[in-house]
């Protein structure tokens, strides 16, 4: 599908709170063109709102906002934080951010699929929380 660019992972040791981990996040696809700088913003208003709704499971956080928000075109990046993220309830940590922009309603869908079926299996979220390098990292998510 290719919908994950290798220059799109990184691996980052920390983030000074939630709302800096959404920035440095969103940045790989805000500096290819796939996102608006205003996306960003729009996921910390959502986060703000809602509460942590992107957390999807122990250690992942999805990270997206409406197409309208500043989604330019269909893409993804896949950060790792080496420390847990805390969300404002302490209780939702992250580490893995899956940042998802959608051009429209239902162009990600499939994606979301892919992403549910590989983060479903908890020896590889294991894996993946551990990946040494961002090769090893890229590559579990590469088949997205």
Same mark, same amino acid.
């Given at each position: 599908?290719?919908?994950?660019? =290798?220059?799109h992972? =990184?691996?980052?040791?920390?983030?000074?709170?939630?709302?800096?981990?959404?920035?440095?996040?969103?940045?790989?696809?805000? =500096?290819?063109?796939?996102?608006?700088?205003?996306?960003?913003?729009g996921?910390?208003?959502?986060?703000?709102?809602?509460?942590?709704?992107?957390?999807?499971?122990?250690?992942?956080?999805?990270?997206?906002?409406?197409?309208?928000?500043?989604?330019?075109?269909?893409?993804?990046?896949?950060?790792?934080?080496?420390?847990?993220?805390?969300?404002?309830?302490?209780?939702?940590?992250?580490?893995?951010?899956?940042?998802l922009?959608?051009?429209?309603?239902?162009?990600?869908?499939?994606?979301?699929?892919?992403?549910?079926?590989?983060?479903?299996?908890?020896?590889?979220?294991?894996?993946?929380?551990?990946?040494?390098?961002?090769?090893?990292?890229?590559?579990?998510?590469? =088949?997205?």
């Amino acid at each position: 599908m290719g919908l994950l660019k =290798q220059e799109h992972v =990184q691996i980052c040791e920390e983030a000074e709170s939630w709302q800096d981990a959404i920035k440095i996040s969103v940045l790989p696809l805000e =500096q290819s063109g796939y996102v608006k700088s205003c996306y960003k913003d729009g996921i910390i208003e959502n986060i703000e709102k809602l509460g942590p709704y992107i957390i999807i499971a122990d250690h992942i956080a999805l990270p997206h906002a409406r197409p309208e928000q500043g989604a330019v075109k269909t893409q993804i990046a896949v950060t790792l934080f080496r420390k847990d993220i805390a969300f404002d309830s302490k209780e939702k940590t992250a580490r893995l951010f899956v940042t998802l922009a959608a051009e429209d309603n239902s162009s990600h869908l499939d994606a979301l699929v892919q992403i549910s079926e590989l983060l479903a299996d908890e020896g590889r979220v294991e894996e993946i929380l551990a990946a040494p390098d961002m090769q090893t990292l890229y590559h579990y998510f590469e =088949q997205i």
